[in-house]
């Protein structure tokens, strides 16, 4: 190897030292600089930067289009990678506005250092087809996340969420791990398309069942899934709450993308050892993990009285009717699920803010502090009606058209059996189920009427912007979900998946 | 023109909710304007429609390709039909809700937001577009329900929400599954009705979509949702509910999983003509013994969609344009009732109770109310020269060539009808007791007098059911030719027209 690789290396990483630079230099200017500044204008700066460096980063990436592999799949740039970087830096900058506000913690250059840094993790794990590379960014973005929960070290919910997440974080890595060293001793290769040539050459073997398995063990916790799913109300409810939007966001667009990538790609030849070789040896598995997260996630939201942990228990269900999505057929696969999780992650974030609106000014997250949110803050509470509704699958926002477009693409894979018809039920069902909770909350915030003293809430100009901005980005993507869609439609083309 | 009313209708939700919160008067004159308008189209619409032309498409933009699904909307002679019954009921529930203070502008937004979607139904010939505008109209009933409700609101509001959310979870998922069979890759109702299932699809399906369908038109036994929906909500919304809302569903079952699966219909015809019978005999007698003055007129309901839904299954042209005629019929004789009971009654004796109504000389205090009633109870007897005698007349001809037995039960559902609507109005409106002193409310309130807009309101009503009555031809002609058009081909193949 000489130096003009690393060069050309070192241009293709441009977006992520980008966002590795502006976090350096968050932390600088915060630590070596304004020290002695009150506390906002030094939140305000950091997320100005942070949100100065993210742009800069997708600005690069639209002015540089490039496609690429170094270093046999250790790093890749492709179209479709590119989307979910700008889709996970814009979830960021987001995330970054949401924090401008907060007040839970004095260290302001660390915290947006951190999530720089797990930014950058999801960057590098969306864009490598490595195992070795997936783990590395993987953790990079595990252990940002797990200080990142901890943050607010007034609270002692904050750090049991971490020490929760920590603990079952590092039991999924050790599986992953596991699960990746019985790959590489089974196929010779870390490299996921390789390997899956391998798998295929190797037929059936029960050690590479062994391996799925560890695999599905290690994704399923980052993605929240039954029965891996302990950790999620428990961060949601004690991290910070733009931590918990970032956790439920980002990282989940990052984990999917990489879980569908080594399942999809990775996996696909894994046969029974039956004459049906196309069946793939991961469909039981994962149809129960999709059937029991719907259920379960769905069922136990109905019993939440905190909205974060109602919200926790969604998130769980939702990556039930994702992994739906690993059931069609080749590339609609990737496009339903990366729709999915997109307008998925954007809702979730939206919805986040306006929880935080309401915990800043009203101080709790209970249902009953929700109790005339239309009338306290009319834009705000729209805002939310149009979260949960997309949450719900109502059209014509965008959550509809993504689970209408994940349950099409999974029928019309084999079309004339219909072999995943019952998880299409499953999740129709489990929808109006989820229905009745998210209707709970906007019981609360449009029917039931506020306290006589409660008064109007001061919403700060950021987080109003922002929310706003997200309702309509789930409006504009409900109506026209052909702009995303033919985005991802033309990225997967030109893979040619 | 016909389309103008769908954008019409939600231009005028968005203008009612930013009309000030203070200024009701104002949000009615903005309500009133887009009632009239909506119903203005609607009528330009059907005087330029030619019905010998079958189908007329009035509008197809690609809207989703990756999916084949378009916005195409297009009208026929049925469409016409119940475009005019929603522009009339619209206009009567905004001069019924005239005195609605509370919320005023959210009222009319919710308000319009349901009649844009009712609109959006009627007139879309593309699958996935039905579906959407009719999972629009949900959300909007709930609120309707909920926040200006009376008896029991979060129950009823919560029940209804969830059968039509469970009732179009049904649809979707046969419709999901009739794309993917097909394999046509569209959306289209003309396409996807001139593809021939095969019977054993079929078989499944069209039940599926069928039921998920009539849950909205109330068909026993998932009627349930209807009465505790009628009682609690609103007068305007128990209107539209029982006048345009169930015809929806009845709508649905005859435009998709009619036209879509004719083979399947004739698997279940008699099944189907059993549960309609049963709906119209069952509704009729619990009618009979109701003490709450609106759970008669909801029961009541019930048992005449039974005649729509019989009407439907004959499998003969006599019967569906009885049934289509007793749609409409039904809408402007439900509304009628819903006014005179939540209206002209309930607001102001506020009470429902048929034992406390007796006493309390409602005749002396507003014969208006009282000539009401009993011209709306002669047209939903069935009365010759009243709409609902032909409707009712041609759906039992229908029934009578395709199933005598149960034609005969239906006739008995009629005579059972005459008794609770005599019985209902003896009681509330000519009791035997003398009446007592001067007429009062539950709270001994003088009873205010009957408005001019409650007139304006009744008077419209009154007129369509006679016109209809006295000219029946003046929407046969249009109802039938429909019938002749390609969306038909199928099952005018299966009954052997």
């Known amino acids: 190897m000489n130096t003009a690789d690393y060069l050309a290396l070192f241009s293709a990483l441009a977006p992520e030292v980008i966002v590795v630079l502006t976090a350096l230099l968050v932390l600088a200017a915060d630590l070596l600089g304004l020290q002695d500044t009150p506390r906002s204008y030094r939140m305000s700066i950091a997320s100005g930067l942070t949100t100065v460096g993210c742009a800069g980063a997708v600005g690069w990436m639209f002015l540089n289009p490039t496609v690429g592999n170094w270093h046999g799949g250790m790093f890749v740039i492709d179209p479709l990678n590119e989307v979910v970087k700008a889709v996970i830096l814009l979830l960021t900058v987001f995330t970054a506005m949401l924090s401008t506000e907060a007040k839970f913690t004095r260290h302001c250059g660390e915290y947006f250092a951190l999530l720089l840094l797990a930014t950058v993790g999801m960057m590098v794990l969306a864009s490598t087809e490595d195992l070795l590379m997936v783990f590395a960014s993987l953790e990079l973005v595990s252990l940002s996340l797990y200080i990142l929960v901890a943050f607010d070290k007034s609270s002692r919910a904050s750090a049991e969420a971490a020490l929760k997440y920590f603990l079952f974080g590092g039991m999924s890595a050790a599986f992953l791990l596991f699960g990746f060293s019985l790959l590489y001793g089974l196929t010779g290769t870390t490299h996921v398309p390789r390997m899956a040539y391998k798998i295929f050459t190797l037929g059936p073997d029960p050690l590479a069942t062994v391996a799925l398995v560890m695999v599905v063990i290690g994704f399923g916790f980052k993605i929240a899934a039954v029965p891996f799913h302990l950790w999620a109300p428990d961060a949601y409810q004690g991290a910070p709450l733009p931590c918990a939007a970032f956790i439920a966001s980002g990282s989940k667009v990052a984990s999917f993308f990489v879980f569908a990538k080594v399942v999809l790609l990775g996996f696909s030849q894994l046969g029974w050892g039956n004459d049906n070789a196309a069946a793939s040896g991961w469909i039981p598995l994962l149809s129960v993990v999709a059937a029991i997260s719907m259920v379960l996630g769905n069922l136990a939201a109905i019993r939440q009285t905190s909205v974060r942990r109602l919200l926790a228990y969604s998130a769980i269900a939702h990556a039930g009717y994702m992994l739906i999505g690993f059931f069609a057929l080749g590339g609609e696969a990737f496009a339903s699920l990366l729709f999915y999780v997109t307008t998925y992650a954007l809702t979730t974030i939206g919805a986040f803010g306006v929880l935080g609106v309401v915990e800043a000014q009203v101080g709790g997250d209970q249902l009953k502090d929700f109790a005339g949110l239309s009338r306290r803050a009319p834009v705000l509470a729209a805002c939310l009606m149009v979260f949960l509704l997309s949450l719900a699958g109502i059209p014509p926002l965008a959550g509809f058209f993504g689970k209408f477009y994940l349950f099409a693409a999974a029928l019309t894979n084999e079309s004339q059996s219909l072999p995943f018809l019952w998880l299409v039920i499953l999740g129709v069902a489990m929808s109006c189920v989820s229905l009745y909770y998210y209707l709970q909350v906007l019981k609360q915030a449009f029917v039931v009427e506020a306290d006589a003293n409660a008064r109007p809430l001061a919403v700060p100009f950021l987080a109003h912007a922002v929310v706003v901005l997200l309702a309509a980005a789930v409006i504009l993507l409900g109506c026209m979900p052909g702009w995303l869609l033919d985005t991802l439609h033309q990225a997967i083309g030109e893979l040619g998946w | ?56 498409v009035i509008t197809n933009v690609r809207w989703i390709p990756a999916l084949g699904i378009d916005f195409s909307l297009a009208a026929d002679g049925i469409s016409v039909t119940l475009v005019l019954l929603t522009g009339i009921a619209a206009l009567a529930g905004v001069l019924f809700s005239w005195n609605v203070e509370h919320r005023t502008n959210e009222f009319f937004a919710f308000f319009f937001a349901l ?131 169930m015809k929806l569903g009845a709508y649905g079952c005859l435009r998709v999983a009619m036209t879509l699966f004719p083979e399947g219909l004739k698997m279940w015809q008699h099944e189907l003509a059993a549960l309609a019978v049963t709906g119209i005999v069952y509704g009729a007698l619990v009618a009979l013994v109701q003490k709450d003055f609106k759970f008669v007129i ?108 149960l034609a005969i039960l239906a006739g008995v559902g009629i005579v059972v009808g005459v008794v609770y609507t005599l019985k209902t109005t003896a009681k509330v409106f000519f009791p035997d007791k003398p009446d007592t002193a001067d007429a009062h409310d539950d709270h001994g309130h003088e009873l205010e007098p009957i408005s001019v807009q409650e007139r304006l309101g009744a008077a419209l009503l009154i007129l369509c059911t006679l016109v209809i009555g006295l000219h029946p031809r003046l929407l046969l002609d249009l109802i039938v030719p429909s019938f002749q058009s390609p969306l038909f081909d199928g099952l005018r193949k299966a009954a052997g027209l």
């Open chain 2, 1 to 56: 023109m016909l389309a103008w009313t769908i954008y019409l209708s939600f231009a005028g939700a968005l203008a009612c909710l930013l009309t000030p919160r203070a200024n009701p008067r104002a949000t009615r004159a903005v309500a009133l304007g887009t009632a009239l308008a909506g119903l203005a189209c609607g009528l330009m619409g059907a005087v330029q429609f030619k019905p010998e032309n079958g189908l007329e």
């Open chain 2, 115 to 245: 009649i844009g979607g009712v609109y959006g139904v009627f007139l879309s010939l593309d699958l996935f577009l039905l579906f959407v505008f009719y999972e629009i109209a949900i959300v909007p009933k709930y609120f309707l329900i909920a926040i200006w409700g009376s008896t029991r609101r979060d129950y009823a509001a919560m029940k209804l929400a969830l059968y039509s959310f469970i009732g179009s979870g049904m649809v979707l998922i046969g419709m999901l599954a009739a794309y993917a069979v097909s394999g046509l890759a569209s959306f289209d109702l003309l396409t996807l009705a001139q593809h021939s299932f095969a019977p054993e699809f079929q078989r499944w399906a069209f039940p599926l979509v069928f039921v998920g369908f009539a849950i909205l038109a109330g068909m026993w036994p998932f009627h349930t949702w209807a009465p505790t929906g009628h009682s609690a909500a609103p007068t305007a919304a128990s209107m539209l509910l029982a006048g345009v809302v």
């Open chain 2, 298 to 405: 909801g029961y009541s309901s019930v048992s005449h969609m039974g005649f729509v839904l019989l009407g439907l299954v004959t499998l003969n042209e006599i019967g569906w344009s009885g049934a289509v005629l007793q749609m409409f019929s039904h809408g402007i004789i439900a509304g009628l009732l819903f006014g005179v009971v939540g209206r002209m009654v309930y607001d102001r004796a506020h009470t429902r109770e048929l034992d406390k109504l007796e006493g309390m000389g409602l005749l002396k205090a507003m014969p208006f109310a009282a000539v009401t009633f009993v011209v709306a109870g002669f047209a939903s007897m069935g009365m010759p020269g009243f709409s609902g005698f032909i409707a009712e007349l041609q759906v039992l001809i229908g029934a009578w060539q395709a199933f005598p037995k």
